[in-house]
């Protein structure tokens, strides 16, 4: 048996452009928190200068992960902003100066063991790359390696639009096996499956290419369905594990890595340039030549809308692909680690649909790959029931946004959902405070 989801319009117009490098900006914006944790402190002030690579933000907690400049130049201000995710965070602005120098800091890290190796990632700053930005060493600290059966390299890509990862997969292929080969080495992994569905018949053709003389390597080809990269989606259709509610795929002996980080990672260890550009695709309605574009952190996503003739007003921008982009509300905003995509939309594809009361036709459940019911959620959300939403196990929700894109009603159902979900941590914890 498989999670089922739903088919959506693949729209992957890039997925054979080679990216291709963006005229360097005059000026990068770089938030401190482009993770999941405490966002990072600035190191830098107003008037000192920096290269490539210079550290300008140390983490902050264990949950936190380092920043870096992506430019050579002069720090403008630091200033504290409204990020698109909600809440102020501290942004250094930097000017650039052109010439793009790296700092001497930058050099192939000295990796000799598990510790060195944990420690490496995380002077890195790479944060899963997939979307959540969880940053990466918090995930490989594996306090008891023995709990590790295998690794589950998320390779799905199953977002409308994007192909950041489908490049990765054909132009950086020596490097995601470069970070398996340090996965082995230093966490003792024996078992990698590759999970790509099977709309990538170039990458899977490259991935079995190498794989073929590597131990312990498999690539998994699975349908293109929506939301196959689902982290509970993928290891239950690659590996038949089920991670337990409120659990963490460790809890059945699996890491899940998604194949742009892994292939940082490799690359990290052999150049030690730490996360300072990503590979952007920018699509949508809006966008006259859709492009895979290599970016600084921190460029204007005005910048990349420009580079690929997009209206100069598009009516809805998304950080990501359209099933889980969340919304930019200025086309000043930048370009932050976990960007893999741009989709500029224009009045028709980017107003919201009218919505009409629920039909009660049981779709949304159907297509819900974990079987939850967005319609009794919302029912119970409606009624303020925390006891309710408990027992539908809303806290499951993936957010994917399968239920509203086959709902004929339009309801918005990711917001109930989101709502609910806030209003269970709120139930759960005054249960809690009741004890
Ligand atoms: S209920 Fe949540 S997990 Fe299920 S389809 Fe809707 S958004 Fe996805
Ligand atoms: S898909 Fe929409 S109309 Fe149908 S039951 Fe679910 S919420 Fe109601």
């Given at each position: 048996m498989r999670l089922h989801g739903t088919k959506v319009p693949h729209h992957k117009n890039t997925a054979d452009m080679a990216p291709v490098r963006l005229p360097l900006p005059e000026v990068v914006t770089v938030p401190m928190s482009m993770h999941i944790g405490k966002p990072a402190k600035p190191t830098v002030k107003r008037g000192d200068t920096v290269k490539v690579?210079?550290?300008?933000g140390e983490p902050d907690g264990f949950i936190s992960a380092p920043v870096h400049s992506s430019v050579s130049g002069k720090v403008l201000r630091i200033d504290e902003v409204s990020m698109s995710s909600g809440g102020m965070v501290k942004t250094v602005v930097i000017e650039t100066d052109g010439l793009q120098e790296i700092d001497e800091s930058v050099k192939p890290p000295e990796v000799s063991d598990f510790d060195s190796f944990v420690a490496a990632v995380k002077r890195s700053g790479i944060v899963g790359l997939g979307g959540a930005g969880f940053p990466s060493f918090v995930k490989l600290a594996v306090k008891d390696l023995s709990k590790i059966e295998e690794v589950v390299i998320n390779a799905a890509e199953c977002e409308p639009y994007i192909t950041s990862d489908t490049r990765t997969m054909l132009d950086k292929t020596e490097y995601i096996f470069k970070g398996i080969d340090a996965l082995r080495k230093y966490l003792g992994v024996r078992k990698f499956i590759i999970g790509i569905e099977d709309n990538k018949g170039k990458c899977v053709k490259r991935l079995k290419e190498f794989s073929k003389n590597e131990d312990g390597v498999e690539t998994y080809v699975v349908s293109s369905m929506y939301p196959q990269g689902g982290e509970k989606v993928l290891v239950y259709n690659t590996t038949g594990k089920i991670i337990p509610q409120g659990g963490l795929p460790l809890d059945v002996g699996v890491i899940v890595i998604n194949v742009t980080t892994l292939a940082f990672v490799g690359e990290y260890l052999e150049t030690g340039m730490p996360l300072i550009e990503k590979v952007v695709t920018v699509d949508g309605s809006a966008v006259g030549e859709p492009k895979n574009v290599i970016a600084p952190i921190g460029t204007p996503v005005k910048n990349l809308l420009g580079f690929c003739n997009a209206d100069s007003e598009p009516a809805k921008i998304l950080y990501g692909g359209p099933m889980m982009g969340i919304a930019v509300d200025s086309a000043e905003a930048p370009v932050l680690k976990m960007t893999n995509a741009v989709i500029a939309m224009d009045e028709k594809e980017g107003t919201p649909p009218k919505t009409t009361p629920c039909i009660n036709c049981g779709r949304c459940l159907n297509h819900c790959a974990l079987r939850l019911d967005p319609r009794a959620i919302a029912k119970a959300y409606d009624l303020r029931s925390g006891e309710d939403l408990e027992a539908l196990c809303v806290d499951l929700c993936m957010e994917c946004g399968c239920c509203a894109y086959v709902c004929p009603a339009k309801r918005p159902l990711i917001q109930t959902n989101k709502l609910a979900k806030a209003l269970l941590r709120e139930y759960k914890s005054k249960k809690e405070e009741k004890k």
């Amino acid at each position: 048996m498989r999670l089922h989801g739903t088919k959506v319009p693949h729209h992957k117009n890039t997925a054979d452009m080679a990216p291709v490098r963006l005229p360097l900006p005059e000026v990068v914006t770089v938030p401190m928190s482009m993770h999941i944790g405490k966002p990072a402190k600035p190191t830098v002030k107003r008037g000192d200068t920096v290269k490539v690579g210079t550290l300008i933000g140390e983490p902050d907690g264990f949950i936190s992960a380092p920043v870096h400049s992506s430019v050579s130049g002069k720090v403008l201000r630091i200033d504290e902003v409204s990020m698109s995710s909600g809440g102020m965070v501290k942004t250094v602005v930097i000017e650039t100066d052109g010439l793009q120098e790296i700092d001497e800091s930058v050099k192939p890290p000295e990796v000799s063991d598990f510790d060195s190796f944990v420690a490496a990632v995380k002077r890195s700053g790479i944060v899963g790359l997939g979307g959540a930005g969880f940053p990466s060493f918090v995930k490989l600290a594996v306090k008891d390696l023995s709990k590790i059966e295998e690794v589950v390299i998320n390779a799905a890509e199953c977002e409308p639009y994007i192909t950041s990862d489908t490049r990765t997969m054909l132009d950086k292929t020596e490097y995601i096996f470069k970070g398996i080969d340090a996965l082995r080495k230093y966490l003792g992994v024996r078992k990698f499956i590759i999970g790509i569905e099977d709309n990538k018949g170039k990458c899977v053709k490259r991935l079995k290419e190498f794989s073929k003389n590597e131990d312990g390597v498999e690539t998994y080809v699975v349908s293109s369905m929506y939301p196959q990269g689902g982290e509970k989606v993928l290891v239950y259709n690659t590996t038949g594990k089920i991670i337990p509610q409120g659990g963490l795929p460790l809890d059945v002996g699996v890491i899940v890595i998604n194949v742009t980080t892994l292939a940082f990672v490799g690359e990290y260890l052999e150049t030690g340039m730490p996360l300072i550009e990503k590979v952007v695709t920018v699509d949508g309605s809006a966008v006259g030549e859709p492009k895979n574009v290599i970016a600084p952190i921190g460029t204007p996503v005005k910048n990349l809308l420009g580079f690929c003739n997009a209206d100069s007003e598009p009516a809805k921008i998304l950080y990501g692909g359209p099933m889980m982009g969340i919304a930019v509300d200025s086309a000043e905003a930048p370009v932050l680690k976990m960007t893999n995509a741009v989709i500029a939309m224009d009045e028709k594809e980017g107003t919201p649909p009218k919505t009409t009361p629920c039909i009660n036709c049981g779709r949304c459940l159907n297509h819900c790959a974990l079987r939850l019911d967005p319609r009794a959620i919302a029912k119970a959300y409606d009624l303020r029931s925390g006891e309710d939403l408990e027992a539908l196990c809303v806290d499951l929700c993936m957010e994917c946004g399968c239920c509203a894109y086959v709902c004929p009603a339009k309801r918005p159902l990711i917001q109930t959902n989101k709502l609910a979900k806030a209003l269970l941590r709120e139930y759960k914890s005054k249960k809690e405070e009741k004890k």
